[in-house]
């Protein structure tokens, strides 16, 4: 990031030096009146289908995308692979299709309370 801008995070926090707040995105949709609607795991959730079902992307590459746990001691011992390269691929597969879906009449708005 600092090649792009000098900061540290992707995404910084508003009033420090410090990465964003974990319950930044939660706090978003609370404000915007999506208070028991929808949740930000909801987004991961769609970002897991849609990249499974679509883009046919390997469960392996997506589990470390998503930042979860390998499934037990003996795979956590020795399986140490990041899928970097393919973890690059996926977030620009998912920017494509956030775009796509963004210029479509096809995208469902979010119902407020």
Known sequence: MRQYGGETYVFPGSQSN?????????????????KGQHATHGF??????????????????????????????VQAAYDRARFEDERRKVMQTWADFLHEQAGQKTVVEMRRA
């Open 18 to 34: 410090e990465h964003m707040h974990r319950d930044a995105l939660s706090k978003a949709l609370r404000t915007m009146g999506f």
């Open 44 to 73: 991961r959730a769609m970002l897991r289908t849609v990249a499974r079902e679509r883009y046919k992307i390997d469960v392996d590459v997506l589990e470390a995308q998503l930042a979860h746990a390998k499934k037990d001691e």
